[in-house]
């Protein structure tokens, strides 16, 4: 069973850089898609980028600009990076498995960040 965990800040201010960790288990970051989305609340999912199996990486593109999605494999982690934060991208982020037939098929918890001075 694949797993994921999410891990990072709950807290960043205004302007400054969020850090993400997803840690993975169960499965190998080389043979899928990981990828990373975000609620706020009252908001629906906004999906903000992915890696693929061969460590391209693609971005919405509203945020390609402030997002940098990498990985490493020995540890079976991958992670995001955004940029000059504001306070209405408070939100739960989550990491997720995008399978190869197109649906996020196993999801961490999420991680809860707000953004606040």
């Known amino acids: 069973q694949v797993q994921l965990q999410e891990s990072g800040p709950g807290l960043v201010k205004p302007s400054q850089t969020l850090s993400l960790t997803c840690t993975v288990s169960?499965?190998?970051?080389?043979?899928?898609?990981w990828t990373w989305i975000r609620q706020s609340p009252g908001k629906g999912l906004e999906w903000i980028g992915v890696?693929?199996?061969?460590?391209?990486?693609y971005y919405n593109p509203s945020l390609e600009s402030r997002a940098s999605i990498s990985r490493d494999t020995s540890k079976n982690q991958f992670f995001l990076q955004l940029s000059a934060l504001t306070p209405e991208e408070t939100a739960v982020y989550y990491c997720?498995?995008?399978?190869?037939?197109?649906?996020?098929?196993?999801w961490g918890q999420g991680t809860q960040v707000a953004v606040s001075s």
């Open positions: 997720a498995r995008w399978s190869e037939s197109g649906q996020f098929d196993f």
């Open positions: 169960g499965g190998s970051i080389a043979n899928n898609a």
């Open positions: 890696i693929s199996h061969d460590g391209s990486v």
